[in-house]
Structures are given as C-alpha cells and as structure tokens.
C-alpha cells in the first residue's frame, strides 16, 4: 500500500519560516515527479512546486523566491522550506507524488498525502 505521510506543518507568525517534509512508503518514485499542492479556505486546490526525479524544480509565482522545493531519492521524501511566510499562505498543503508529464497540474499525480495545515498570523 502506498502512503505519502506529511508533517512540519503548524503555527507561525508572518515573515517566519517553516519546513514540510512528505515520506513516501510502498513504492519508490525513480522517474516520477513529486509536488506540493495548497487548498486554502474558499479557494480550489492550487500548485505550488514540484520537482522531478533529476532536480529540477517549478514554482508558482507567488512563491518564488521564498520556498523551496527539494528530495531525498533514497529516502523516498520530498521537503518544502517555507520562508518569509506571509497570511496568504495559510492552507492545508498536500504532497503528491507519481507525475511524468504536466507536473504543475494535481491530476497528474497518482497519489497523495492527507494534508498539513500551514497557518501564518499577522
């Protein structure tokens, strides 16, 4: 069975940092794409990095500069590391894992994590 477990979510005041990381057990992903998705209250679902099996990372706009995206092939993880978070970043950030193409779309991803929520205050 495949799981994707996240944590390092939580309180933090704006212009803080924090960090997620996203286990992954059952399977390895070699090749596929691992990403990090938000859903914020009131809004839908939205992309926020991914990076592939060689490195290289995506970002939404509103995020870069201050997050950054990174794995550990042989741990089977991915983390986000959140710095100069503000109040809009508040959300329940999910990991996904399993893209090969269109690694910025959550239906790419086969599987998924159950979610963290992120709150920044002001």
């Known amino acids: 069975q495949v799981q994707l477990v996240e944590s390092g979510g939580g309180l933090v005041r704006a212009g803080g940092p924090l960090r997620l990381a996203c286990a992954a057990s059952?399977?390895?992903?070699?090749?596929?794409?691992m990403g990090w998705f938000r859903h914020a209250p009131g809004k839908e679902r939205t992309f926020v990095g991914a990076i592939r099996w060689s490195g290289s990372t995506y970002y939404t706009d509103s995020v870069k500069g201050r997050f950054t995206i990174s794995r550990d092939n042989a741990k089977n993880t991915v983390y986000l590391q959140m710095n100069s978070l503000k109040p809009e970043d508040t959300a329940v950030y999910f990991c996904?894992?399993?893209?090969?193409?269109?690694?910025?779309?959550?239906?790419?991803?086969?599987?998924w994590g159950q979610g963290t929520q992120v709150t920044v205050s002001s």
């Open positions: 059952g399977r390895t992903f070699s090749g596929y794409a």
């Open positions: 996904a894992a399993g893209a090969s193409v269109g690694v910025t779309v959550a239906a790419a991803y086969g599987y």
